[in-house]
């Protein structure tokens, strides 16, 4: 689950959903917990419903296409714990969703790795129509081997290639969603339904993907959905200071929430982008109570349902360490595994965190991942809880937060009836939506379509895509020359389309 704020302007609540089993508790450790029934369209129907009356800005759906099997090389951590696994499509849930709902709006994950470029303009394409504009996208380029050799790979493509491709990849989306179709190009007019003089062909040969054809979908709502991505390796960094509009974020520490902030508005900025247009979302598990006893209560409870083995399967899978080899209860450090420095920082940023000198234990480490993972938790009130958000967005500059949960439909309902009424009453939460019925990007930046300093714009209908490039380096596709063209093509009758 996830909360947005803009410091003491407006906030947005987003809600981040693992599914069909919870991320951070197990379910069905507790008779209470409602996620046995995220295989039926009423649990999601009743989420948004929910998200909704809360003025929620958004549902995030996390998504993988196979479960993490690092721990003791296997699946079955995860599959015991019913963790990570087991995970439905989101986008027919997002139709779904849509259907009962006017305002709160909607982002699945979708990896540029495995997903056809233009299947996945198509699909998004489709989901804003059908949600009349409410639709995001969650840019991941996958980092699992076991979904590589799912999806017919013998291994994970290289971290910095796997960021080429995406590049290429956005190149094309762009073009399939702002200049294959003109504004004015659907007339349903008597004799005529879509102008043919305003389709055009997009054509592309590049080093990894190969389009020839027009979209298949008229221009939706927001052409591009909302843009956002989580990446925080330089080559991360780069492609979401190009690409994103809202970064969602994993800090520890509000020291080390700011430091990334300031550098990826540093790397907007050098790419010709206004830094104030990129939102960012760092995650929060807060558990909430009427009062700070109940809280703490609903703390421990949640404690006694968590699967420490399953917390360190999912820190397994994250970070690439096989948990299993660990003595239980023996201390370990940053320094005393050798994983790489992507490992090691992710480790260093964990114990910079800790607020006392109890050593930690893979056992530890395990009950904490089940119980919020590594990101700040606080415990208390709903006047506790919103005094951390502020100190937050004092500290950080931050625009808002993913709340993520740990009992569910318990910490949802908390966060809609005790922390949001909180919000409003500070100031610091808008009462209504920005625009009701309106757009994701209109909720969320003020304006329906890419702004004009983004990258993407300049793939805008009528425009010359060759020209477009505002990397430092003056080149595009992760290095390549731009390869992605809008071509008219001549027909027959001497007229092109």
């Known amino acids: 689950m996830h909360v947005v ?3 003491l302007r407006a906030m947005e609540v987003h809600m981040r959903h693992c599914f069909p089993t919870c991320s951070l508790l197990i379910p069905s450790r507790s008779a209470e917990d409602n996620g046995k029934s995220k295989d039926r369209i009423k649990y999601w129907t009743w989420l948004a419903q929910l998200a909704e009356r809360g003025k929620i800005s958004a549902i995030f ?3 993988w296409y196979v479960g993490f099997d690092v721990y003791g090389g296997s699946l079955d951590a995860c599959l015991k714990a019913g963790h990570q696994v087991a995970h439905l499509d989101p986008v027919p849930l997002i139709a779904a969703m849509a259907a009962v709902t006017s305002s709160v709006s909607f982002a699945p994950t ?8 233009y299947i996945l303009a198509r699909q998004l394409s489709t989901l804003d129509h059908v949600t009349e504009g409410r639709c995001g996208w969650n840019i991941v380029t996958s980092h699992t ?3 590589a050799q799912a999806l017919g790979f013998n291994e994970i493509i290289a971290h910095d290639e796997r960021y080429a491709m995406a590049e290429e990849y956005m190149d094309i989306v762009y073009k399939l969603w702002e200049s294959s179709w003109a504004d004015d190009s ?6 005529l339904a879509y102008d043919p003089e305003k389709i055009k062909r997009i054509e592309h040969k590049g080093k990894y993907f190969s389009v020839m054809g027009r979209s298949q979908v008229h221009p939706s709502p927001q052409r591009t959905p909302v843009l956002f991505q989580a990446g925080t390796s330089k080559s991360g960094t780069a492609f979401a200071a190009r690409h994103a509009e809202a970064i969602f974020m994993n800090p520890s520490t509000t020291k080390l929430c700011k430091a990334q902030i300031a550098a990826a508005r540093a790397e907007a900025t050098s790419q010709g982008r206004d830094p104030a247009t990129l939102k960012f979302f760092p995650c929060i598990v807060p558990i909430i109570g009427r009062t700070e006893a109940e809280a703490k209560a609903k703390q421990a409870k949640a404690k006694g349902h968590g699967d420490m083995i399953g917390g360190l399967a999912q820190f397994a899978g994250y970070t ?6 660990f003595p239980l209860d023996e201390p370990f450090s940053a320094s005393s595994v050798k994983g790489g420095a992507a490992i090691q920082a992710v480790l260093s940023s964990f114990e910079a965190s800790v607020e006392d000198s109890e050593p930690w234990t893979p056992r530890r480490l395990g009950e904490r991942m089940a119980l919020g993972g590594l990101h700040p938790s606080p415990v208390g009130s709903a006047e506790q809880v919103a005094d951390f958000f502020e100190h937050w967005i004092n500290e950080t500059d931050c625009d808002g937060f993913n709340v993520a949960y740990v009992s569910n439909p318990g910490s949802f309902e908390d966060v809609v009836d005790l922390l949001v009424p909180e919000l409003q009453k500070r100031g610091i939460m808008w009462q209504d939506y920005a625009k009701p019925e309106g757009t994701f990007r209109e909720n969320l930046l003020g304006h329906p379509h890419l702004a004009e300093d983004h990258y993407g714009s300049k793939f805008k209908y009528g425009r010359d895509p060759s020209l477009v490039s505002n990397l430092s380096n003056g080149e595009s596709n992760g290095g390549l020359e731009p390869r992605l063209f809008t071509k008219e093509v001549p027909l027959a009758n001497g007229k092109s389309h």
């Open 5 to 7: 704020i803009y410091g």
């Open 61 to 63: 759906i996390a998504d």
């Open 110 to 117: 979708i990896s540029t790795t495995y997903v056809k470029p």
């Open 145 to 147: 081997n076991s979904s």
């Open 186 to 191: 659907v007339v349903w007019a008597e004799d």
């Open 320 to 325: 690439g360490i096989d948990m299993s080899l």
